[in-house]
C-alpha cells in the first residue's frame, strides 16, 4: 500500500516568510509525527499527534513552528518568519499506534522536506 | 546522560565482516527496541525490531538485547558496500512515550 507521502519534496524560501509543510499518513494510522534533522545531525522530535488527544508539542523549537492535523489524517507543520537556523529536512512519521505492541508502535517515514531558507 | 545513545562512528568494517554497532539506554523499563537506516539523503527505513531478551535473526542481520546491561546490538554479517549508512537506534523508554532516537552511528563498509 501507499506509504507516508509528504509535500513539497524541496522548499526554498526568504528569510522572514511563511512556510507550510505537508504529511499524508498511512491510512489507518492514528499516530503521526513531525522531526527535523539538519545535515549530518541526528532526529530532532518536533511534535506528535495521538488520535483525537491534544498534541505533544514539547520537542518544538519556537512559537513561530505550530502544526495541525485535520481529520486525523493530514498535517501540516506551519513556519512562520522564517530564519536561516530553520533550514534542515522535516520528516514525517506515523505510526498504527503511539503506545501497543512493537509492531503497533513502528514508525514509518515519509521522504522528507527538504527547507532551504535563504 | 542521553536517554538512548550510540557511538556517532563512523564504524569503518571490511566488506565480507561482521558490523557491530551498539546502542544503549537509561530507562530499565524500557520495552520495545527498532533498529532503522537511514542512506545519505534519505529518510530512515525500519530494519527490525526487539522485545524480548536474547537475539533475534532477519537475513544477514540479527538484533541482540541484553535489558539487564541495558544495551541493544545490531549485527551485520558478510557486510557489503550497500550496507554503508547510518544506523538509528529508537527505544519505547516507558509506556506512555513514544520513541526515543538515539543520534545514529555511521557505518562504513570498504570494499
Known amino acids: 500500500g501507499a506509504g507516508v507521502s509528504q509535500s513539497p519534496s524541496n522548499k526554498v524560501t526568504e528569510k522572514g516568510k511563511d512556510v507550510e509543510l505537508r504529511c499524508d499518513p498511512i491510512?489507518?494510522?492514528?499516530?503521526l509525527y513531525w522531526y527535523r534533522q539538519s545535515l549530518g545531525q541526528g532526529l530532532e522530535f518536533l511534535i506528535y499527534?495521538?488520535?483525537?488527544?491534544?498534541?505533544?508539542k514539547s520537542g518544538l523549537p519556537s512559537d513561530r513552528f505550530s502544526a495541525e492535523r485535520t481529520g486525523g489524517s493530514v498535517s501540516t507543520l506551519t513556519i512562520q518568519r522564517t530564519q536561516q537556523e530553520d533550514s534542515a529536512v522535516y520528516l514525517c512519521?506515523?505510526?498504527?499506534?503511539?503506545?501497543?505492541?512493537?509492531?503497533?508502535?513502528?514508525?514509518?517515514f515519509g521522504p522528507g522536506t527538504r527547507l532551504l531558507v535563504l | 546522560q542521553k536517554e538512548v545513545e550510540q557511538n556517532s562512528g563512523p564504524l569503518s568494517v571490511p566488506e565480507g565482516a561482521i558490523a557491530s554497532l551498539n546502542c544503549t539506554y537509561s530507562?530499565?523499563?524500557?520495552?520495545?527496541f527498532f533498529w532503522y537506516r537511514q542512506y545519505s539523503g534519505k529518510s530512515p527505513e525500519l530494519i527490525m525490531f526487539i522485545y524480548s531478551n536474547g537475539d533475534k535473526e532477519d537475513g544477514r542481520f540479527t538484533a541482540q538485547l541484553n535489558k539487564a546491561s541495558q544495551y541493544v546490538s545490531l549485527l551485520i554479517r558478510d557486510s557489503q558496500p550497500s550496507d554503508s549508512a547510518t544506523y538509528l537506534c529508537a527505544v519505547k523508554v516507558n509506556a506512555g512515550n513514544m520513541l526515543t532516537f538515539g543520534g545514529g552511528t555511521r557505518l562504513m563498509v570498504k570494499p
Open positions: 499527534f495521538q488520535g483525537n488527544s491534544a498534541p505533544d
Open positions: 512519521a506515523s505510526s498504527l499506534a503511539m503506545a501497543g505492541t512493537a509492531s503497533q508502535e513502528t514508525q514509518y
Open positions: 530507562d530499565r523499563g524500557s520495552q520495545s
Open positions: 491510512s489507518g494510522h492514528t499516530a
